[in-house]
């Protein structure tokens, strides 16, 4: 049985068990559907058994790989966007020390690119490299999209500048399909060491493929127990486990419910600042799949207490729709008391002695209480501690309840067509060739 725990019982008051409980032959028809891939988006349900399924030999390929790229550089550049980016991103903000960049270090120092267009970002970027050993871990499923490829372009020929074009072979590493896309031939000219990316494995849920898991064994962390706790809440989440026992399944009932009575807004909150870039994935994990023919939960989200002191207003007393779900860590990984003073000119002497966790989570605690009484249900999910194994459990809990909840709405969770839109329009916008009729439009839009 997983160690992840899925309390609803402070959306009691806004919906009651019997609406949660109505999902519960859905679910379990959600789950099968999944499984047997007999539902909308089948040839993108790779990453079902993902954990369960991936070799041992696999994962020794990724750690020698990232074992090479440890010994030759300082920093590697990990070039990509949305699920080429977010899923490590998140797992290595989750498991780094908060101010890893300011201490000796023994692993690289993994750092991002082509996330955005920032001409600022990408000139800081190359500032920090000169001089410095390091190298690329270049990322797209597509092979095509703009905002990595322009990374990339930069970066590769600053690599060989400085390196010499055949060293920089072996400090550039690929992941991309197995045949389509620019970056494939590309990787295939230079004769670079190339992943991967399962085609019925899309990119929000391909963290636990080497898209996700080389940058994060590169950044030194254990992918195995990683893995490993995928793995386990795999088996704690299939279609023969008990509604009430199955984390995923209550999940997906209890925030369909809610939405249902008109909470379209779902705000996960963290007390753990490690925990931003995994809300982030969250968001782009539901948003992407389920956003779509008019439908679907907002995701959002806050970081404790942190937004407490600016969005906690609003949640308090603003517009009733949301809900919110705490991602609470039982317990922290260091430990620190709160001294006492003789002088007590602040006041605090009444906490002394106590562990700084123990007032973080009666902020939590009491804003939660607080939420509740202003409105707001609450969804609390906790893991004992941020490790590897607790972080696995989390990912592939999000995932297959992801699926299930974009089966309720009745969606294919599995596609982005939205995503196209704006890229017509810059296209367009640059009179990329092919585009002709597009730009002559929007030209014509915007006089
Ligand atoms: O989830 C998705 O499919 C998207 O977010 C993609 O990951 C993102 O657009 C990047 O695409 P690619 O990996 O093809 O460069």
Redesign the pocket.
């Known amino acids: 049985m997983s160690n992840l725990k899925v309390d609803y019982s402070k959306t009691l008051g806004f919906i009651s068990k019997a609406d949660v409980l109505a999902y519960k032959d859905a679910v379990k028809q959600n789950i099968t559907a999944l499984y047997k891939q007999t539902g909308k988006g089948n040839d993108f349900l790779g990453w079902v058994n993902l954990p369960s399924s991936i070799s041992a030999a696999e994962i020794a390929d990724i750690k020698s790989t990232a074992q090479k790229m440890k010994q030759l550089c300082e920093v590697v550049v990990v070039i ?5 980016y977010l899923g490590a991103k998140a797992v290595i903000d989750a498991l780094s020390d908060s101010f890893a960049q300011l201490k000796p270090h023994n692993n690289p120092l993994v750092v991002f690119a082509g996330q955005n267009i920032g001409e600022d970002y990408l000139t800081e970027l190359q500032g920090v490299l000169k001089n410095r050993k390091w190298g690329i871990v270049v ?7 703009t905002e ?1 490829a322009i990374a990339f372009r930069i970066l590769k020929a600053d690599c060989e500048a400085q390196f010499g074009k055949k060293e920089a072979v072996d400090r550039i590493v690929a992941i991309t399909d197995a045949k389509r896309g620019a970056l494939r031939t590309l990787a295939d000219q230079e004769g670079y060491k190339t992943y991967v ?1 399962p085609d019925n494995v ?3 849920f ?1 963290v636990l493929t080497p898209v996700g898991l080389l940058p994060i064994a590169i950044a030194g962390f254990d992918i195995e127990q990683l893995v490993g706790g995928a793995a386990e809440m795999e088996k704690s989440t299939g279609a023969d486990i008990d509604f009430e026992q199955n984390p995923s399944a209550v999940y997906a009932a209890v925030r369909n419910a809610l939405y249902k009575k008109g909470k379209g807004i779902e705000l996960t909150a963290n007390y753990n600042p490690k925990l931003h870039f995994f809300a982030e994935w969250w968001k ?1 994990l539901y948003g ?1 799949s389920e956003g779509k023919e008019q439908k679907g939960i907002f995701p959002a989200s806050v970081d404790f207490t942190s937004d407490l002191h600016s969005m906690g207003q609003y949640i308090q007393q603003g517009q009733r729709c949301l809900f919110e779900t705490v991602i609470s860590i039982e317990k922290p990984n260091s430990s620190l008391q709160i001294p006492s003073d003789a002088a007590n000119l602040d006041g605090l002497n009444f906490l002394s002695g106590k562990h700084i966790d123990e007032v973080n989570k009666m902020a939590e605690l009491g804003t939660i209480l607080a939420h509740v009484d202003g409105g707001v249900p609450n969804i609390r999910i906790s893991i004992p501690k941020l490790d590897e194994f607790n972080l696995g459990q989390l990912i592939y809990f999000y995932e297959l309840a992801c699926g299930i909840s974009g089966y309720i709405l009745d969606v294919n969770p599995f596609d ?1 067509p939205g ?1 196209e839109a704006y890229k017509k329009n810059m296209f367009a916008l640059l009179d990329k060739p092919g585009y002709e009729a597009e730009s002559a439009a929007i030209k014509e839009k915007l006089k």
């Open positions: 990509g966007i949305g699920g080429s990322i797209s499923k597509s092979g095509t999209t990595p990316i899309g990119g929000r391909s782009q992407e982005q995503v």
